[in-house]
């Protein structure tokens, strides 16, 4: 088997843990092919993982049977906006704090490279947002898997954010901002802003406001059939849109739409993982002190 390998290059401790994948893979015979940016990082360690390591470097997304990100939820998110629209099955390997979304741990990774081989693992779709404007152009990879976010720039003073659902108006949100998620990400950045936590598979998005100017606004759910379309002004003349945190600024007056993409990520999780585990042990949801 074909696997892509990306990673963040700020764990240098993380090296051993690198070795033992690229071990595991090489007694299968996989074959290998490193990002550029994480072989260059991985190439000034002084314990060089890479070490009889027969592999190839890439800077193009390359033909494969798996992506494997290597890091945290941020490495994962960034390799799902490199595999796109190609439906390679993502396998996050965690090497950062909570790795929600990333839940092989570093202690397992021989065992789930075993378990790909032996087909022991099923695949999540989930569910993408799709960014387009009227006329200014998105930098970049124009999907998210989390959220698109969108806020206010360089001035202590909110922004007003005109929001219409397949077209009917639905508010004007007077605030720092309006987080637009997936099932995905409302365990993230919606979540730190009051919103609710929805299943995966739901077929719902998710509108958080950020520091609303206004005690009656509330998140909204509403299916993903629906385009949303979002109108900024603001006192600066220009705003933020993050999309899975990639930030670029969009001048006052431009709109936005976002709906659900044609194509979905595709995340692995090994037999015995659920997300309602993760829930309660991540998160700690639903956690009682007293017990």
């Known amino acids: 088997m074909r696997f892509a390998l990306f990673g963040n290059v700020h764990h240098p401790e993380k090296s051993a843990v690198i070795r033992r994948l690229l071990t595991a893979l090489k007694r299968h015979g996989a074959q290998i092919a490193i990002d550029q940016h994480f072989y260059d990082f991985l190439s000034t360690l002084p314990d060089n993982p890479l070490h009889e390591t027969h592999y190839s470097v890439f800077t193009e997304m390359p033909s ?12 994962l998110l960034k390799t799902a906006s490199r595999v796109r629209s190609r ?34 693992y099923s695949v999540d779709d989930r569910a993408l947002i799709q960014v387009s404007t ?53 365990t993230a950045y919606s979540l730190s802003n009051g919103g609710p936590i929805i299943t995966p598979r739901t077929g719902v998005f998710l509108m958080t406001a950020v520091a609303p100017h206004s005690l009656n606004i509330r998140p909204i759910v509403i299916p993903d059939s629906a385009t949303i379309e979002l109108t900024v002004s603001s006192r600066s003349h220009t705003f933020l849109v993050a999309i899975d945190g ?12 976002l709906r659900r993409a044609l194509y979905t990520a595709k995340l692995v999780r090994r037999s015995g993982s659920n997300y309602f585990s993760s829930l309660r042990q991540k998160l700690m949801w639903a956690a009682d002190s007293r017990l």
């Open 134 to 186: 009227n006329g200014e152009h998105i930098e970049g990879y124009d999907c998210a898997l989390n959220d698109v976010a969108i806020l206010k720039r360089d001035t202590a003073s909110m922004i007003s954010i005109r929001a219409s659902i397949d077209g009917e108006h639905l508010a004007t949100y007077q605030a720092d901002g309006l987080i637009v998620s997936t099932p995905t990400g409302s």
């Open 246 to 257: 990639r930030s670029q600024s969009l001048t006052e007056g431009a709109t936005l739409q």
């Open 87 to 120: 439906q390679v099955p993502i396998v996050g390997v965690n090497m950062g704090r909570m790795g929600f979304l990333a839940d092989v741990g570093a202690d397992d990774v021989e065992a789930c490279v075993d378990a790909l081989y032996e087909g022991n």
């Open 64 to 75: 494969c049977d798996f992506a494997l990100s290597l890091g945290g939820d941020g490495t």
